[in-house]
Structure formats: structure tokens, C-alpha cells
């Protein structure tokens, strides 16, 4: 995909743009010669930092505080926006949990007002950022992640004359992120000599900060409206990972490695052994293409809409018969395998 061409002199807002993925976004922007990166956070902290990170980009990027709660301070800041990346979450499942109503209004109608500034201001493209823990959802916030993929769905296929275009990406776990499991592991450590487990079989999809941000890139690039885009992503044991930087981290800090231990604490609540990335509610519109999975809208009332007739160039059907992915039917990669990869991409 030429991505310097389809970004080159554009402006464009990054919601949640301090978090890591927003970050991320940010650096790998500016290499594709944007006007203009709108970073917007509701943490001055943060985004002093950001500014004290990217000063040698000061001519591009404006730093905005403000929150998607506040319709008004978002609708400002989309003025003579040309795409929209809406990073910002209530992402942790425990404080979802504690802080239902907070997660509700970030998380869904946060969305919304994302949604409609875009209208308000012509906005030719918006990502919304999604998780697999909108698939089947056990806990509140994966609950307020679905809820916030149909809103974002529903409204593309409602939108009448707008000409905004909406879709979603749907990650599973990016490590090294901030508040993600690799850090956590290393606190742990540090800390003491017992890292914690949930439980020995539990797995999950994994990628990269740079690869989550290649998709959402690829997606708008590539969104025509109402999509889903999935990456495709190996799977890992989370024990594995425990022991891998334990090994490999421990003798950095001049720990030794074998007098760290690892505590079994059950499973959290709600928290499943095995994440889906697509539901088989959405076999029937899911296409393949050679990175990544494409879920296209389910019409619903508009089955005579144009929305059916979407181009699906460059995919292939995926076949409902033996298609299930999940976790549960993916063969972890190895220890091996898993270090390897940990440390070409200097996560530990």
C-alpha cells in the first residue's frame, strides 16, 4: 500500500494519541509527511511529555487536552480534519468492572461523539480501535468494546448523505503496551520473587506495537466503510511468556532466575482461557485477504443499500465449514520461538 501518498500533506487527529498505541501512530505518521497531527489526551501530564518527546516536530503537531466525553471540545478539535484515529478506551478489565458507568461513557458514548463531530466536520475517514474482547464479551469492558463496534456500524449504515467513511480494527494482545502484560511481569520481578499466573493453559493472540499500528494504517487505507480488520496473529502460552522473561530478564536486573516462582492465583473474574477475533455470527461476511481477515457489514434493515455491493479486491471467502478463530484451535508458538521474537523486537 503507498501509504506516503494517501497521508502525504493530509491532517489528521489522533485520539488518545499519548497511549502507546497512540504514540506509535504519531511516529509512524510523521514519516509519511502529514500537514498536520492533532494529538489529543485528557492527561496534561502525558501530553507534556509527548510534546518534550516530538519537539523536534513542533511544526506539525498540535497537542489538544480534552476528553471524547465532551462533544464540543472534540467537535473542535475535528475542524478541517481529513481522517481520525480513536484510540482513546477505558481498556483495563478490572477497573471496567469497579467503573462500569465510566467505561459506558468513554467507551460507548465516547464513540458516538467521535462519530458525530466526524459528521459534523466532513471528516473523510475514522478508525475506531476495537479488541477481541468484543467477541462473545464476558466482562464490562469488552461488553462496551462490542457495543462500540455496532454504534460505529450502525451509524456508517445509517449515515445517508454523509460522506464519512467508518470502520473498526480488532486487536488481540499488543505486548510491550502500556499497562500490558510485559511490564506488569517485569514489575513483578523487580519487585520480588514470585511473578503471578492465572492459570497454566490460558492463551492469547499477540502483536506488536508497530504491527498494531501498521493495521490501523492498512485499514484506512484500505476502509470503504463498516469494515472489521482483523490481523492475523500467532498465538502464545502465557506461562511461556512468564518463563521466557523471567529467564531473560532476571540476570539484567541481577536477579537469578531460578528464585523466581511462579504463583498460581486463579483465573480474574469473567476473564476467559482461550480470546476469539471473529465470531461466527460473522463467518458469513468475513473475507481473507494475505495479512488479515476482513469482516464486511451485516445490512440488517438495509439489505438493498450499497453496502452490499462493497468491492472485496485482493480477499478470498473464508470458509465457514472449518474457519474458527480462536485461540483454543491454534497451536502456540514455542518457547523458542516466542524468545525469539521478544528479543527482535526488544520487548524484553
Not at 51 to 79: C, P, S, T, V, W
Not at 99 to 128: H, M, R, S, Y
Amino acid at each position: 500500500m503507498d501509504f506516503s501518498t494517501f497521508f502525504k500533506d493530509k491532517k489528521i487527529l489522533v485520539i488518545g494519541g499519548t497511549g502507546s498505541i497512540g504514540t506509535e501512530a504519531v511516529i509512524q505518521l510523521l514519516k509519511l509527511e502529514p500537514k498536520t497531527i492533532r494529538i489529543l489526551s485528557n492527561s496534561e501530564n502525558e501530553l507534556w511529555a509527548s510534546r518534550q518527546k516530538f519537539i523536534e516536530h513542533e511544526d506539525k503537531i498540535r497537542y489538544l487536552l480534552g476528553d471524547i466525553r465532551n462533544y464540543e471540545r472534540i467537535n473542535r478539535a475535528m475542524k478541517e480534519i481529513d481522517y481520525v484515529f480513536n484510540a482513546a478506551a477505558i481498556k483495563h478489565v478490572p477497573i471496567s468492572e469497579y467503573n462500569p458507568l465510566e467505561a459506558i461513557t468513554v467507551n460507548i458514548i465516547g464513540v458516538d461523539n467521535v462519530i458525530q463531530a466526524a459528521f459534523n466536520n466532513n471528516v473523510k475517514k475514522v478508525i475506531q480501535i476495537s479488541t477481541d474482547k468484543a467477541i462473545n464479551p464476558t466482562t464490562v469492558m469488552g461488553a462496551t468494546k462490542m457495543i462500540g463496534e455496532r454504534l460505529a456500524i450502525s451509524r456508517q449504515l445509517a449515515k445517508g448523505a454523509q460522506q464519512t467513511i467508518i470502520s473498526c480494527v480488532r486487536f488481540g494482545n499488543v505486548l510491550g503496551s502500556r499497562g500490558s502484560i510485559i511490564p506488569l511481569i517485569k514489575e513483578q520481578i523487580k519487585n520480588g520473587n514470585n511473578v503471578t499466573l492465572t492459570h497454566p493453559e490460558m492463551r492469547r493472540f499477540f502483536m506488536t506495537m508497530p504491527q498494531a499500528v501498521g493495521l490501523i494504517l492498512k485499514a484506512m487505507v484500505r476502509s470503504q466503510g463498516g469494515e472489521i480488520f482483523v490481523l492475523k496473529m500467532p498465538t502464545l502460552l502465557i506461562r511461556d511468556l512468564i518463563e521466557v522473561i523471567v529467564e531473560e530478564y532476571a540476570p539484567v536486573i541481577d536477579k537469578d532466575p531460578n528464585e523466581i516462582k511462579i504463583e498460581l492465583i486463579g483465573p480474574r473474574g469473567h476473564e476467559k482461557l482461550n480470546e476469539e477475533l471473529i465470531s461466527p455470527s460473522e463467518f458469513s461476511t468475513c473475507y481473507e485477504a494475505e495479512d488479515m481477515y476482513i469482516i464486511y457489514p451485516i445490512p440488517f434493515f438495509y439489505s438493498n443499500s450499497s453496502y452490499t455491493k462493497i468491492e472485496r479486491k485482493g480477499t478470498k471467502v473464508v470458509s465457514n465449514n472449518h474457519f474458527f478463530y480462536s485461540t483454543e484451535n491454534s497451536i502456540p508458538v514455542s518457547k523458542e520461538e516466542l524468545k525469539n521474537f521478544l528479543l527482535k523486537h526488544n520487548l524484553i
